[in-house]
């Protein structure tokens, strides 16, 4: 019999970490209650791979033991350059049992953003795939602490590598003895993970967070997203993602069952769900706008699908209502959050997912929702004020999901966390009933002629265009205005529309300082690995050689 959700969210609590003062909340206990209370239940489903929770945690068990064989000790960081494989959970857990620290890297990052990403953290170990072998000769003659290139893919593959200096990660586990697995020496202060932001500012920056933020995080959406351990998670977004991480420990720590897809392509995602039987899912809304465009999206069986939770960039009401039009059985849950935060601060759950209701309800659907339990959040003004109900300034919040800090950037670190307050960099407001609106990035509002331009009102906007499959609005640099309005615009279809017609649209829904000055057709948006669009990418080549004009 399957337990309510309540009870087992207190079994959880009681069993799996002891959730008691004195206690430590150690990543590593999810798989080990997991394996202990489910010893049969499946829990990998990886194309032609099937694993029981037993089998994961031995085969978990002998890859830290190959790691300590290779000289692996804690505090050390390995790295992982990987496209979705069960793997990735195998090196989750394997790699934090012993207090080593992963560093999961983004598959879009170029070979110098590698290089520098590696040298920064100071990895000494990174599993590759084969898509990435290409690459290694660079990153061997630029970076100076990596000691061992380890193929994690079948052991079959490595018959057709010719190279002395790339491992396998199958043989090295197979040459080990059975064991169990266990965490000796681990404090859940200690850090888990360095997750290297997408660099949308800069150099990325390696956002470190401990055994306790990521388990406390996965309380947070036990608490707001119903799940079981019925469930079959489908690992469709990239693995490499935080948010891919949180609901791997989460659906661990429940003993649900892990589908895994190589990479995201609509078909690839639609023909897993129906094979899987898929029950919940994980996906950005540019991926459901693919999923929905694909020719063959009628002909599958998507019955078994039960929930999706969506996040990393807003999702408009045109495309929230297509999808619930498309697939009426499912219930929908958004997750806002950050690196920073392990990743989620607010969730807007299924009973605020309301179509046809109230004006109040309708309203509702712009939100992020409501901080999860242990997050408090506040809204402040530039001198770090509270600031009242409705009125936009910056939210920052605290918790034990918080990140100890960015690696190696102790300035940085003290700029984002101030008095243990969490800087977020995200405007917002809050309404009375403490629902959260994000109405941009700090750095992505418009000041045009004095007046405030929200790029996400404008977007929001745009999106509700039959025409439009996506956009992003930035302010490009003006001598008369300081700055006007931009939009770059992906059509459904090319020569649908041009961008006068986008023009005279907006006009009719916003004020005129807000409408768009100039409209970009494009092919496609540039987006980072976790599927966010790039804006700054588009924006720079406006800027460059600009200081801010504000009138």
């Known amino acids: 019999m399957l337990l309510s959700r309540s009870v087992l969210a207190r079994n959880i609590f009681k069993n799996v970490f002891k959730y008691e003062e004195g206690v430590k909340m150690i990543f590593t206990k999810s798989l080990l209650y997991a394996a202990r209370t489910y010893p049969e239940k499946l829990a990998i489903i990886d194309g032609k791979h099937k694993f029981s929770y037993r089998e994961l945690i031995n085969r978990t068990a002998k890859l830290k033991q190959s790691l300590q064989g290779m000289g692996i000790k804690k505090g050390d960081r390995v790295g992982m350059l990987m496209l979705n494989d069960f793997r990735y959970i195998e090196l989750m857990y394997g790699v934090t049992a012993l207090g080593a620290i992963v560093v999961p890297l983004n598959i879009r990052s170029n070979p110098e953003e590698l290089a520098f990403i590696l040298n920064n953290a100071g990895v000494t170990i990174l599993y590759i795939h084969k898509e990435f072998l290409p690459v290694v000769p660079y990153l061997k003659g630029n970076v100076s602490g990596v000691r061992h290139?380890?193929?994690?893919?079948?052991?079959?593959?490595?018959?057709s590598i010719e190279s002395d200096d790339i491992e396998s990660y199958e043989k090295l586990i197979d040459a080990q003895p059975d064991g169990k697995l266990a965490y000796e020496g681990v404090d859940d202060e200690d850090i888990?993970?360095?997750?290297?932001?997408?660099?949308?500012?800069?150099?990325?920056?390696?956002v470190m967070l401990t055994h306790k933020n990521l388990t406390v995080n996965s309380y947070h959406m036990l608490a707001n997203i119903k799940c079981a351990e019925d469930d079959v998670y489908l690992h469709a977004a990239p693995m490499f993602h935080l948010a891919d991480q949180a609901s791997t420990n989460l659906f661990t720590m429940l003993g649900a069952t892990h589908a895994i897809i190589r990479m995201f392509t609509p078909q690839g995602v639609l023909q897993a769900i129906q094979d899987a039987k898929v029950t919940v899912c994980t996906l950005v809304p540019t991926m459901l706008n693919f999923l929905f465009h694909d020719p063959e999206f009628q002909n599958y069986n998507l019955s078994s699908l039960r929930r999706l939770t969506y996040g990393a960039s807003p999702m408009s009401i045109a495309l929230l209502k297509k999808s619930q039009t498309m697939m009426p059985h499912v219930k929908?849950?958004?997750?806002?959050?950050?690196?920073?935060?392990?990743?989620?601060?607010t969730i807007l759950k299924e009973k605020d997912h309301i179509i046809g209701g109230t004006e109040k309800e309708e309203k509702r659907l712009n939100s992020c929702g409501q901080a999860v339990q242990g997050v408090e959040i506040k809204v402040v003004n530039p001198e770090g004020n509270e600031v009242p109900n409705h009125q936009v300034g910056e939210l920052i919040a605290r918790g034990a999901n918080i990140m100890k800090g960015y690696w190696d950037l102790p300035e940085e670190t003290a700029h984002a966390i101030r008095a243990g307050w969490y800087y977020t960099g995200d405007l917002g407001y809050k309404d009375e009933d403490e629902y959260y609106y994000?109405?941009?990035?700090?750095?992505d509002m418009i000041i045009t002629g004095g007046e405030n331009v929200y790029s996400i009102e404008v977007e929001e906007v745009l999106s509700s265009h039959p025409a439009i499959l996506e956009c992003a609005v930035f302010g490009i640099p003006d001598e008369r205005w300081g700055e006007t309005v931009k939009a770059c615009v992906v059509l459904k279809t090319p020569d649908l529309v041009t961008g006068e017609d986008i023009i005279s649209f907006a006009k009719q829904h916003l004020a005129t300082y807000k409408v768009p000055k100039t409209v970009v057709l494009l092919d496609e948006l540039p987006k980072s690995g976790a599927g966010k669009n790039l804006k700054r990418t588009l924006r720079d080549q406006f800027w460059k050689g600009s200081r801010k004009l504000v009138n």
Do not use: C, H, S, W
Not at 149 to 159: N, P, R, W
Not at 192 to 206: A, L, Q
Not at 438 to 443: F, G, N, T
């Open 149 to 159: 290139f380890i193929l994690a893919e079948d052991a079959k593959l490595m018959e």
């Open 332 to 345: 929908f849950n958004q997750a806002f959050g950050m690196t920073e935060a392990a990743p989620v601060l």
């Open 438 to 443: 994000i109405v941009d990035r700090a750095k």
């Open 192 to 206: 888990v993970g360095i997750f290297y932001t997408g660099g949308t500012t800069g150099r990325p920056k390696g």
